[in-house]
């Protein structure tokens, strides 16, 4: 079996708590930061560590705001953020492609 594909999952994205906040931000043009905690049922610190990670590898961009006059903060994949998912992604297509039997 090829290695390969596995040498080359990107760390950062890997862990599951991440990996889960980059599959969200894929599927939404932005999402609040209650959001990401509530649907993923994170803490309030966990979330934080793993965005403040995200944030710092550049993947994902902050936005502060307020809104009916409360501080509003939203979460968004930056491009390349989403080409880095889109990467991770492909280098998982390898990986189970390579568990598949061959045809017959």
Aim: hydrophobic fraction near 40%; glycine fraction near 6%; charge should be neutral.
């Amino acid at each position: 079996m090829n290695p390969e594909p596995f040498l080359q999952l990107d760390r950062v994205i890997h862990e599951k708590g991440r990996l889960a906040i980059m599959s969200l931000l894929a599927a939404s043009p932005s999402l609040y930061y209650t959001d990401l905690r509530d649907t993923l049922r994170m803490t309030d610190g966990n979330v934080t560590a793993h965005l403040r990670t995200l944030v710092e590898a550049g993947y994902v961009a902050v936005t502060k705001s307020f809104e009916d006059g409360r501080a509003a903060t939203t979460y968004a994949l930056t491009p390349a953020g989403r080409r880095a998912f889109s990467e991770y992604i492909g280098f998982l297509e390898q990986i189970v492609a390579l568990t598949r039997p061959p045809a017959p």
